[in-house]
């Protein structure tokens, strides 16, 4: 399952090969309702030639893609050129580049600063805030999207949730959950555009899409969050 919450109201979905079938099923989800969703989906190859045969199967499922990621920093020297090209004849609309861990944020920075790159996926949460340092002030000054994955910290930080009375301070911006306090939280820094927070659970994904709507929360309001989020 994916699940993706968003500001301004539009339809995201993160998807890749890792994911084994989620593709092609999704490509039957969204059967009639294409034109509803901005797809986001990553190529995650050490080949060129293997990225293009998935990008051709993308295609096929999806027509053109919105976002395509190089996932993981893989071969994304190898992939710039024909995924430039794609873009070109209209296949592609932003071109995206990721990485997990920060130890690798040096190279994402160099890839970033190549100016080739129209979007950009970081972990971001409380306990994970590295990327704060050098790449969203780096993708701000670029004009480059960011998709913050890991918003709820892979569930941990909703494991050990505040009691409801320490969240009515929040409840002007709309958040009912703790869940919806920690996606605005990052949705609240204006360099970030999305978050993808994953769930299993269609009340929780429904839940969670509520957190992608104005209003934004103040520096005040991101302060109480992280004291509620613990060191």
């Keep these: ?106 190279e994402l920075e160099e890839a970033l600063a190549s100016g080739r790159f129209q979007a950009l996926q970081v972990p971001l949460n409380r306990h994970e805030r590295e990327c704060e340092e050098r790449l969203l002030p780096r993708a701000q000054e670029l004009g480059v999207a960011v998709i913050v994955m890991r918003p709820l910290g892979e569930g941990v930080l909703v494991e050990h949730a505040p009691k409801p009375e320490e969240l009515e301070p929040l409840a002007p911006f709309g958040v009912r959950t703790w869940a919806q306090a920690l996606l605005k939280w990052a949705l609240s820094d204006p360099r970030v555009d999305v978050v993808i927070p994953a769930t299993r659970d269609p009340d929780h994904a429904r839940e969670n899409a509520e957190a992608g709507e104005p209003p934004w929360l103040g520096p005040e309001e991101r302060r109480l969050v992280e004291r509620l989020a613990g060191a």
């Design 1 to 106: 399952m994916v699940d993706a919450t968003f500001d301004a109201g539009t339809g995201l979905v993160d998807s890749s090969p890792m994911y084994g079938a989620a593709e092609a099923s999704l490509s039957v989800a969204l059967e009639g309702r294409r034109e509803d969703a901005i797809v986001a989906t990553k190529i995650w190859s050490a080949s060129v030639e293997d990225g293009r045969a998935h990008f051709a199967r993308q295609l096929q499922w999806f027509g053109p893609v919105e976002v395509e990621q190089v996932h993981n920093l893989v071969s994304w020297r190898g992939h710039l050129p024909w995924l430039e090209a794609e873009r070109e004849a209209g296949r592609v609309g932003r071109i995206g580049v990721t990485h997990y861990n920060p130890s690798a944020f040096g």
